[in-house]
């Protein structure tokens, strides 16, 4: 008999994905116990589009709360000891569930994470942050990655007992590096990257978003600090220098277009957070 598996989904203005990413989770070829779904007091369409689905778990947050916190309210309300998670803007291989599951509790593994793939690759600006800011490490197994990227995962929920769960000070990003840090701080136990574990990322980026993305990357991530003229500065020169790094690899390649895209997001990435420094003095 299959063990039964919850599946949580933290989702906020995401009526866009949300109906393929639910359903992708619906027609896995494993069965799934349960699909909890959080909206993270979404502005959009997302509350309407996902109380269509009567056989759901909806929890409603009155307020924002972020991801660190949504993580851990949805490992909390889920039933079963296997907990897969997915962001609401991905979509799962219909094996993608069958394939993972196959390496859990195997040579004391306890969580483990899926190969995403940029789905919408012919804009440029999505194949711009699929070449600096993709989210898989590639087409081989790895036994303890560095991290597992928290967009596709699954895990033991009596080991995420044993630790303080997700930072729920990490809202947009960096909640994942700093649960795996603390699940590898257990004695023996492992992780574990399965490449044929396979999902798409269905985020299709303007300038302007994929700019908000970069920026909310680096000026919300796991180094949090409260903004600064010293904060600005720094990120500043450290975005200056990944630019000039893109700059000299794209110029080699004749790739113009990324050029244009690289410089766009460095001016946008410093105005964002000297607008951001304005706002929070």
Same mark, same amino acid.
């Given at each position: 008999?299959?063990?039964?598996?919850?599946?949580?989904?933290?989702?906020?203005?995401?009526?866009?994905?949300?109906?393929?990413?639910?359903?992708?989770?619906?027609?896995?070829?494993?069965?799934?116990?349960?699909?909890?779904?959080?909206?993270? #007091?979404?502005?959009?369409?997302?509350?309407?589009?996902?109380?269509?689905?009567?056989?759901?778990?909806?929890?409603?947050?009155?307020? #924002?709360?972020?991801?660190?916190?949504?993580?851990?309210?949805?490992?909390?309300?889920?039933?079963?000891?296997?907990?897969?998670?997915?962001?609401?803007?991905?979509?799962?291989?219909?094996?993608?569930?069958?394939?993972?599951?196959?390496?859990?509790?195997?040579?004391?593994?306890?969580?483990?994470?899926?190969?995403?793939?940029?789905?919408?690759?012919?804009?440029?600006?999505?194949?711009?942050?699929?070449?600096?800011?993709?989210?898989?490490?590639? #087409?081989?197994?790895?036994? =303890?990655?560095?991290?597992?990227?928290? *967009? =596709?995962?699954?895990?033991?929920?009596?080991?995420?007992?044993?630790?303080?769960?997700?930072?729920?000070?990490?809202?947009?990003?960096?909640?994942?590096?700093?649960?795996?840090?603390?699940?590898?701080?257990?004695? =023996?136990?492992?992780?574990?990257?399965?490449?044929?574990?396979? *999902?798409?990322?269905?985020?299709?980026?303007?300038?302007?978003?994929?700019?908000?993305?970069?920026?909310?990357?680096?000026?919300?991530?796991?180094?949090?600090?409260?903004?600064?003229?010293?904060?600005?500065?720094?990120?500043?020169?450290?975005?200056?220098?990944?630019?000039?790094?893109?700059?000299?690899?794209?110029?080699?390649?004749?790739?113009?277009?990324?050029?244009?895209?690289?410089?766009?997001?460095?001016? =946008?990435?410093?105005?964002?957070?000297?607008?951001?420094?304005?706002?929070?003095?």
């Amino acid at each position: 008999m299959a063990e039964k598996v919850s599946f949580y989904i933290p989702a906020f203005n995401a009526q866009n994905t949300i109906e393929l990413s639910i359903n992708s989770v619906k027609n896995q070829t494993y069965p799934v116990d349960e699909i909890i779904i959080i909206n993270d #007091n979404s502005t959009d369409k997302t509350k309407e589009i996902i109380s269509k689905h009567s056989d759901l778990k909806i929890i409603n947050n009155k307020k #924002n709360l972020g991801l660190g916190y949504n993580r851990n309210l949805g490992i909390q309300n889920s039933s079963n000891e296997i907990i897969a998670s997915i962001d609401s803007d991905v979509e799962l291989d219909k094996k993608w569930l069958e394939n993972i599951i196959i390496s859990l509790k195997k040579n004391n593994i306890v969580m483990c994470g899926g190969n995403m793939i940029e789905k919408y690759t012919s804009n440029k600006i999505n194949a711009w942050r699929e070449k600096y800011y993709n989210q898989s490490w590639g #087409n081989s197994d790895i036994l =303890n990655p560095s991290f597992l990227y928290g *967009c =596709n995962t699954i895990l033991l929920k009596s080991y995420w007992e044993k630790t303080k769960g997700y930072d729920e000070n990490l809202k947009t990003n960096g909640e994942d590096i700093d649960f795996c840090k603390q699940i590898k701080s257990i004695d =023996n136990i492992n992780l574990y990257y399965s490449s044929n574990s396979l *999902c798409y990322h269905l985020q299709d980026d303007s300038i302007l978003s994929l700019s908000k993305r970069v920026w909310r990357y680096h000026s919300f991530g796991y180094k949090i600090k409260a903004p600064s003229k010293k904060k600005l500065i720094n990120l500043s020169i450290k975005q200056f220098r990944f630019f000039l790094i893109r700059f000299f690899i794209e110029l080699l390649k004749f790739e113009i277009k990324y050029i244009i895209i690289s410089f766009i997001v460095l001016i =946008n990435f410093i105005k964002f957070e000297y607008i951001y420094l304005k706002k929070n003095k």
